[in-house]
């Protein structure tokens, strides 16, 4: 079975504030690709970043970076210094390579970020 | 610019009215895909079509339809049959799958 899960609904922090959102997988493939999309409040996902099963290494990316465990089957994302603009709806998904067609999203961490 | 475009962005339907969401692309992908998006929920992928002529259903295909006859335009079909069709939805499109989606802004369906 093919699952992601982002156990936290909402997280509200004040701005300058360092946040981690978490995401756990579940999947018997060994090929897998995993993504982390932004949907603010416009409504439309805005790609951030992808990571295949092979590769662990950690990304920096300005003031976000992941964390790509395959011990943990997590990938998480952090936020450096968040900002007021990074108020969104955060989307963890899995894609196996039973059928890349298949994205399996995760139900989204709303984050808040108080000026 | 190149990119997805969604219209209408909202629709109301009466119940027992089918609808139809337009979903364009100029991003020359030969992938397009349309989600669905309920309060609270991740994605679910209704259909998706690869190429032109070709579709597959996905997880939630039950009352909806889609066609392929460009490149370009990937419309989807709510009818009657879908029993709670309020929601909102995405279409995407990829060059391959693996690289990600682009998405469009999404269209917001109301049953009234």
């Known amino acids: 079975a093919q699952k992601v899960t982002q156990a936290q609904t909402e997280i509200s922090v004040v701005e300058k504030e360092d946040v981690t959102l978490d995401c756990v997988y579940e999947?018997?493939?060994?090929?897998?690709?995993l993504f982390w999309y932004k949907q603010p409040p416009s409504g439309e996902l805005v790609f951030l970043i992808r990571?295949?099963?092979?590769?662990?290494q950690n990304e920096i990316s300005g003031r976000y970076s992941w964390n790509f465990q395959k011990s943990t089957s997590s990938f998480n994302f952090t936020i450096t210094a968040s900002q007021v603009v990074d108020s969104a709806v955060y989307f963890c998904?899995?894609?196996?390579?039973?059928?890349?067609?298949?994205?399996?999203f995760g139900s989204g961490t709303k984050l808040n970020v108080k000026p | 610019d190149g990119g997805i475009t969604q219209s209408p962005k909202y629709l109301f339907r009466k119940e027992g009215q089918n609808v139809t969401l337009s979903c364009e692309q100029n991003?020359?992908?030969?992938?397009m895909y349309w989600y669905r998006q309920d309060p609270g929920q991740g994605l679910r992928l209704i259909y998706y079509?690869?190429?032109?002529?070709?579709?597959q259903k996905g997880d939630i295909a039950e009352g909806y339809s889609v066609s392929r006859e460009k490149k370009e335009s990937f419309p989807l079909t709510v009818t009657s049959a879908q029993k709670n069709p309020t929601a909102f939805y995405l279409c995407?499109?990829?060059?391959?799958?693996?690289?990600?989606?682009?998405f469009g802004s999404g269209t917001r369906l109301t049953v009234v």
């Open positions: 995407a499109s990829s060059i391959t799958a693996t690289y990600g989606y682009t």
């Open positions: 999947t018997r493939d060994t090929t897998y690709y």
């Open positions: 990571r295949n099963s092979f590769d662990e």
């Open positions: 998904a899995l894609t196996p390579s039973d059928n890349f067609n298949k994205f399996y």
């Open positions: 991003l020359n992908h030969d992938a």
């Open positions: 079509s690869q190429i032109v002529n070709d579709f």
